[in-house]
């Protein structure tokens, strides 16, 4: 932005200019857009961030995000209660729910295992992962964290924690993403699918 | 998003995929970031918005963004005031500013005369540079705006309206852009080029 822009307009740039994979020219776009708006369309967008922010918190039992104590997967009477999946976002159970297959619970880590970003397993949500599990109902749980360093370092501190516990812990199957081209296939990916072929 | 998320989320994920060249993807991606901010982050974001619909006007003699009544640029005394840039909004005021190379003033149209999206010569702000140029203190006016069919005809219009007063009027240069590759320039602008061809 050119040293004339007004400072509240600069503050907005700066303000989108700070969200993540928005660079100073997006910004700049949608700042401009933004006063185009009419304001009634304005004020709904930033009453829309406060009002997100306030209303939702973590659901008491998987920790996915709500507005109410518990979430609308946790109680829902229809859903397997024997199995959950472990994620590190909420953004992992809506992909999950766009599958419309998965019919267990989640468990939301908020976070991986990260050494290099400080992150150790006590800022995750994992205590609250085992004290769900004390009551024995529930079979298996599902590691369904990223196949990156941090993932597979979560995946197993966790499935160690539980071992104990005489449940069944499973991770995500490696392989081929179905539509790829196996020309462009990474070796480790590769090797993976190879190892868990199966008959056809 | 799944049937799942919370009513405000869903909101704010709207607000987001309602500004230009922000997809679904994108604006749950920024809607889950603004809810992993501190909330004094989201309050600052929030009151950006409604400070910057608020405070930022149109300069009473540009027309430019500003946030008192006469701008900086226009309120600068070390501008030439003999030179006027005309403008379709003001982000062509602030990539010629980046320029650092022009120092004239500037009068922004805020649009382009376009009969397809119904916006005729009285939408825009044309009658505040013609009296503008009432005091003779004008010399040039530069016709900035875009070379495409609106940019033009907006350009075509204002220049006849000001062909007797005596003002000379001028228009930005077409040709190759710095830096591009002749091989992808299209037709009218290699034309153009070859036309406005200069000694070495």
């Known amino acids: 932005m050119a040293g004339y822009s007004p400072l509240p307009l600069r503050r907005l740039v700066e303000q989108f200019a700070a969200l993540p994979g928005i660079g100073m020219k997006t910004a700049q776009r949608l700042a401009y857009y933004v006063l185009s708006m009419p304001e ?22 998987c920790q996915n ?63 609250e992962l085992l004290a769900r599990l004390q009551d024995g109902s529930v079979r298996e749980v599902i590691m369904a964290t990223s196949p990156t ?6 995946a197993m501190y966790i499935s160690r924690l539980l071992a104990h516990l005489g449940v069944i812990v499973t991770r995500l199957a490696y392989g081929m993403p179905v539509g790829s081209e196996l020309e462009y296939a990474d070796e480790v990916t590769l090797v993976k699918a190879l ?4 008959r056809i």
């Open 40 to 61: 009634e369309q304005a004020k709904e967008f930033s009453e829309a961030i406060l009002e997100a922010h306030e209303k939702i918190k973590n659901c008491t039992v």
């Open 65 to 127: 995000f709500t507005d109410s104590e518990i979430c609308g997967i946790c109680s829902d009477e229809n859903r397997d209660r024997s199995v959950i999946c472990v994620v590190e976002t909420p953004k992992e159970v809506s992909a999950f729910e766009r599958t419309r297959e998965y019919n267990g619970l989640y468990h939301v880590l908020h976070g991986l295992i990260s050494p290099m970003d400080g992150v150790g397993p006590e800022q995750l949500h994992i205590k």
């Open 149 to 154: 360093v941090e993932g597979e370092a979560t």
């Open 195 to 198: 190892e868990n072929r199966n």
